[in-house]
């Protein structure tokens, strides 16, 4: 069991910017998983990673394909209070579910810096 948050790093965030960003996509996410994914993905400490890609267009992409194989996701769009306008698609949480589910949609991705 883990989560997985792909940042858009094409937008080159600021840091606390994106550690908002990325906790948005955590919490979201974790919200609209299975009731059955969520106790065993807190008994093993809530293992999250954080990937990136290269633009909104691929980010959009891993949201599609994850929402396809049925995984719990969240795209987070900025309020476009700060740094990028509103609407702004930032980052996508996926998970909590099992390592396989997941791999098969992020594991070609490398980690954020």
């Known amino acids: 069991m883990k989560q997985v948050i ?7 965030l600021p840091p606390g910017k994106l550690a908002a960003q990325v ?7 974790l ?5 059955e994914d969520v106790r065993p993905w807190l008994d093993a400490g809530m293992p999250k990673i954080v990937l990136q890609c290269g633009s909104e267009a691929e980010l959009l ?7 396809k194989a049925r995984l719990p996701v969240l795209v987070v769009r900025d ?7 509103a609407g702004t698609p930032t980052c996508v ?5 099992s390592a396989e589910r997941i791999d098969a ?3 070609a991705l490398k980690l954020a810096p």
């Open 93 to 97: 949480g996926i998970g909590p579910a």
């Open 79 to 85: 309020a476009g209070r700060t740094v990028v306008e």
């Open 23 to 29: 906790a948005h996509a955590a919490v979201g996410a």
């Open 6 to 12: 792909v940042v858009d790093a094409g937008l080159r």
């Open 105 to 107: 949609i992020t594991g």
């Open 61 to 67: 992409d891993v949201a599609a394909r994850a929402e």
């Open 31 to 35: 919200l609209r998983a299975a009731r």
